[in-house]
């Protein structure tokens, strides 16, 4: 049997439920509410307060309320909820565009971080120094062209500038000591390029003094190449004999 303080303690627990949330309380916790209430006064020689005190009809309110909470379809979502998931979206788009934005800036950084290598030198659109000295190149090279020539730089090396040229199905390396001296020519297969590569012999003798290797002797050899996985001009000294 429940002791008084049982009783008290359950009544404030009911009270709080009962006047504390808004709107109607459940009919079952307003009923359970007067019923300790009931034995409570009973216990104390008197009936105390309870929302029975209120009236048959506000009773028979707190039922209805109580059944059509039961039976009422769940409440359309807060509008704070909806606000989330309109941030959550707006969040989502800007990091899809930030992530567009970071490819397109990182892509010619990319280039540079993986340049061209071999033939794929000829993939990538010419330079305005390219387009301008094409024809001088060609024609200082004493080469007769066989179909569309596509030609790039491939930049300096010992003193030495050097050019790919693509010419159907030949490919050439062209080197030229610089100031005005003759173009040399190098020319092989794609095949056999892609299997070969071109390589230019260069005598130490024959590279000016400011662009000689260090510790190279006169007699030594600056072997430069380019090959099917070059991405610029390669070179190394070789003993001369």
Do not use: K, N
């Not at 009783?7 to 079952?28: K, S």
């Not at 209430?37 to 105390?48: F, H, K």
């Not at 009422?72 to 909806?82: D, F, I, K, N, V």
């Not at 430069?224 to 070179?235: D, F, I, K, L, T």
């Amino acid at each position: 049997m429940a002791t008084e303080d049982d009783l008290e303690r359950r009544r404030d627990e009911l009270r709080r439920i009962v006047y504390g949330a808004p709107g109607e309380p459940p009919a079952a916790v307003a009923a359970e509410l007067a019923a300790v209430e009931r034995e409570l006064g009973a216990r104390e020689g008197s009936d105390g307060p309870g929302p029975e005190d209120l009236g048959p009809g506000r009773r028979a309110e707190a039922a209805v309320s109580g059944a059509a909470a039961a039976t009422a379809p769940a409440a359309s979502p807060p509008r704070r909820r909806r606000l989330s998931r309109g941030w959550a979206f707006l969040v989502a788009a800007a990091a899809i565009l930030l992530v567009a934005v970071g490819l397109a800036v990182l892509a010619p950084v990319r280039e540079a971080l993986s340049p061209p290598r071999g033939l794929e030198v000829f993939d990538r659109p010419p330079t305005a120094e390219e387009r301008d000295r094409a024809r001088e190149v060609v024609v200082g090279a004493h080469l007769e062209a066989r179909g569309a020539v596509v030609l790039r730089s491939l930049g300096h090396v010992v003193g030495y500038e050097f050019w790919a040229m693509l010419d159907g199905d030949q490919v050439c390396l062209l080197s030229r000591r610089e100031f005005f001296f003759d173009w040399f020519a190098t020319c092989t297969s794609r095949e056999r390029f892609d299997t070969y590569g071109l390589t230019r012999w260069i005598s130490v003798d024959d590279i000016r003094h400011g662009a000689r290797p260090s510790r190279a002797l006169p007699d030594d050899i600056v072997v430069a190449s380019w090959g099917p996985r070059s991405s610029e001009v390669e070179w190394r000294v070789a003993p001369g004999s």
